[in-house]
């Protein structure tokens, strides 16, 4: 798979990363950031966040100038980035370069207290491992932050080789999150686990079927509530087996929901949005 094809799954991420970045947002940013967060999420219209946004960027990178220790600041700034680069930036190198603001963010907040995780990024897994495994419950904000940052960042550079090479530890800092607190943020670590799984075909070492029981988690842990996990099932792992009518299924199920609840409202809207293009789509891509 080349980095255009690897691109072409960029649109369908949309709607994960505003929803993994800003709904555990609300919970670790405290006050004023709080608030902003909360309305961001709360948002029925995605148009008001995409213009908004970067003036609170911009007021974030503020915050940790002034104050760089500041933990819960730099993991509103690593989420947000992600999410606006993901979200709402066209130019892949534009988004590119926010993705690694992100990122950064992410590594700084996480590696105030644990500093050996970011010394063995790059060197051997089974190193990367053993210093995930020394991350407590008190650091699962944190923790859980640093991979999705580093899931964006990867996401951001899908042309590039060595990103994909980290997909295994964005993957592992995720798993010890589950291990950590199962229910943590109503799921969604095991939605970025089941796009993980279901990123590449089985050729290339993708595992849908394992996909498909991580998106039925989240979407468990949610009460169904999570929109975004019933369309990365029904983009990701249906149209990759060929199952149609489940692809449907899905796609009807949140098209009929009601998009707005606390810290998810704009994610299910931005979900909405992508179900009704995949299922104009379907009947000609299940043809194909």
Known sequence: MN???????????VILWLALGLTGCVSVSGGLSRGIVQAIA??????????GAPAYLLMID?????????????????????????????????????AVRARNYGRRALCLDY?????????PYDEFLQQLA?????????????????????????GEWNALADLPKAEAVMLRVVQLDASYEKGQPYL???????????????????????????IELSNGRNLSAK???????????????????LLTEVLEADPVDPAMTLSNTLAQQRARKLLDTSDEYFLE
């Open 231 to 249: 369309v990365e099932m029904a983009g990701r792992y249906a149209r990759m087996v060929f199952d149609k009518p489940l692809h449907d299924q």
């Open 62 to 98: 503020g915050f940790i100038e002034d104050n760089p220790k500041n933990r819960p600041m730099l993991i509103a700034g690593a989420r947000l980035y992600g999410a606006y680069a993901a979200a709402f930036v066209e130019d892949p190198e534009r988004a590119g370069r926010l």
């Open 115 to 123: 500093p050996q995780i970011c010394k063995k990024e790059h060197q």
């Open 42 to 51: 709360n948002q029925d219209d995605p148009t008001i966040v995409r213009d």
């Open 192 to 218: 970025l686990l089941g796009v993980m799984n279901s990123y590449l075909p089985p050729a290339l070492g993708g595992q849908p079927e394992k996909g498909r029981a991580y998106f039925e988690k989240a």
């Open 134 to 158: 020394a991350v407590d419950e008190g650091e699962i904000d944190a923790l859980y932050t640093y991979g999705l940052s580093l899931a964006i960042w990867i996401q951001t550079h899908t």
């Open 3 to 13: 980095g255009l094809q690897i691109h072409h799954h960029r649109s369908s991420l």
